[in-house]
């Protein structure tokens, strides 16, 4: 952290901290968020790399999800602002606070802490790792969300409740988890933590709308860029209505004038998926870290080769990217570790289309057979990509879908390829 | 008959027989086809403004066009906005499709035909509150409940919240002490 300034702030001396950003120049951030940022829970994703073993391929993709949590934060304050500032009678009378200018300041406290803290439930080796968390009593398995509620509840109640470091705005824990968790939002949640959700996750909300530039820039390609401040000057709010004319949803829109800067964020998406997040070499990374995470566990405490349960949250996160590797290290013997440490990773012997055909599919048995040991990559299953298509356009008192305005959207097709790998290239 | 295809003749078979169903509504029914009657849709609901929401069931009525299942319409509605009617296309659908599906559909059909947009919202957003709070262990009662949906959902009446929850118990959808 750099460049420590003492503010006056409601009768109070106030430390604020910027700290320098690959994106923003700098990130401000108070007391309370400092407090936060300082635990060791936070400072845990230091240890979690943002893209796994993406730098097999591309060199710079060592940056983490603690830079991209802080920058989380700043995007998402940057859409808040905008919106709150130029949307506010649409937004005010939906609202019906009995004080817009406290309910103001109160939630744009609760979407910064929820931007903060959205990553703090992940895996060791990010999304790789999901596959080994264990199943819940609704038979799906744990998602990192899950985690990162169970930690926010666990390790930040009390400084999120903190009245005095939260500058006497009264916030509960459960503000910050409804914008995170669909369930904790039904259970806990108003009106306004549905609308202010859409910031933290929908189709352009500042998650995507930061790691999109910050892989970018760390990687050193161009694909994932695109106009970032007009997106946000872009940002509109409208009332969505039903078939009968009556209110439905206030929706986190686009303004019509920003349909191309939508436009090149949803192409932005897709071309760092091509390209980059599912790039051969990196997917089959995710496999080979997988395998090994499950071989390793055992011998750090985890004979089920599973991940420990949310509400054993402790375990949890003792795990991170490094107590992974140095297992990894300790057990080179085995077959996925040794893969990983002499990267003899699996090679690319065939990939179909991305609707594969029935010629397709035939190799794809043919292969099969022709080699018992075999790891196929199958991009449905890939659960955090699909096209943004549903993006919100406004036009005056009208709301449509992007692809209803945009025909090079419209023709994106969902990527439902499959790749074929083999532990030699041999044919 | 994989997740995919399932997911693709449920919209199907739901617009043969509730022709002209918005895309609000045929979200929601897609989520009470999984949350309800268990069909294994496998979609990822998430709660919003406007009720339980994944975007994969526009994405999956999208390809039910594409694959000539379906069609969507677009109309003008009053102020100036927009609106899908969703009919659907081919008289043949897969005769593959499970019958504890179209089962499934019937009761749909025969609970919520009449149903505007609005009460869709509304039905789905109780059974989503009430599942929710039963993931959560969470015990709670009818009033408990109500309030909790008025809170997310302000734009309905309270009476029309009680209304319909009581519709819901008798059919069966929830039960909550009293």
Known sequence: ?427 | MDTYRLREYAIAHVAKKLSGLSKTGMMKAMYLLQQVYKVPLNYEFSIYTYGPYDVEVLTYTDIAERDGLVRIVQYDLAEGSVGYKIYAKSSKLDDNFPKECTDAIDEIVKNFQDYTARKWELTATIVYVYNAHIMNGTSMDKSTLCNRVYELKPHFDKSDIRTEYDKLERIGFLECPS
């Open chain 1, 1 to 427: 952290m750099t460049n420590s300034i003492i503010k006056k702030c409601g009768g109070r001396m106030v430390s604020k901290k910027y700290i320098r950003d690959v994106i923003y120049g700098f990130i401000e951030i108070d007391e309370q968020e400092q407090a936060i940022v300082n635990h060791p829970i936070f400072q845990r994703l230091r240890r979690i790399k943002q893209l796994a073993f993406t730098d097999m391929v591309y060199p710079g993709a060592c940056h983490t999800r603690f830079e991209h949590s802080l920058g989380v934060m700043q995007m998402a304050t940057n859409m808040y602002d905008h919106i709150m500032n130029n949307c506010t009678d649409t937004i005010q009378k939906y609202f019906e606070s009995a004080d817009f200018g406290i309910a103001k300041k109160r939630f744009r406290k609760i979407v910064r802490l929820a931007a903060l803290l959205h990553d703090v439930g992940h895996a060791p080796f990010s999304h790789a790792g999901e596959e080994l968390m264990p199943k819940r009593s609704d038979n799906k398995c744990y998602d990192h969300e899950n985690y990162g509620v169970a930690a926010i509840k666990y390790y930040f109640k009390e400084l999120i409740e903190d009245t005095k470091l939260g500058h006497h705005i009264a916030i509960k824990v459960t503000d910050v988890t409804a914008l995170l968790d669909k369930n904790e939002a039904a259970i806990y949640g108003s009106v306004e933590h549905l609308f202010f959700r859409q910031i933290i996750s929908s189709q352009i909300d500042a998650d995507r709308a930061d790691y999109l530039l910050r892989d970018s820039a760390h990687i050193g390609v161009s694909y994932g860029h695109y106009d970032m401040p007009r997106l946000i000057n872009c940002l509109s709010v409208k009332m969505d209505k039903t078939a009968e004319g009556e209110q439905y949803g206030l929706v986190l829109a686009i303004d019509r004038k920003g349909l191309y800067v939508a436009e090149s964020f949803v192409i932005a998406r897709y071309q760092m998926f091509n390209q980059v997040y599912c790039h051969k070499v990196r997917r089959i990374y995710d496999y080979h870290i997988t395998e090994a995470i499950k071989e390793v566990l055992p011998s750090i405490g985890h004979e089920n080769q599973m991940f420990p349960p949310p509400d054993a949250i402790d375990e949890y996160m003792k795990l991170d990217d490094w107590t992974v590797l140095g297992a990894i290290n300790k057990n080179q013997e085995k077959e996925h570790c040794k893969r990983i440490h002499e990267r003899l990773h699996y090679k690319e012997v065939y990939t179909t289309k991305d609707k594969p055909t029935r010629t397709d599919y035939n190799q794809i048995e043919k292969l099969k057979k022709e080699h018992p040991v075999h790891y196929i990559d199958r991009y449905e299953k890939i659960y955090w990509y699909k096209p943004d298509k549903q993006i919100w356009i406004a036009e005056g008192n009208k709301v449509f879908t992007l692809q209803s305005q945009s025909q090079f959207i419209k023709g994106l097709i969902d990527p439902n390829r499959q790749v074929f790998y083999t532990p030699t290239r041999g044919k």
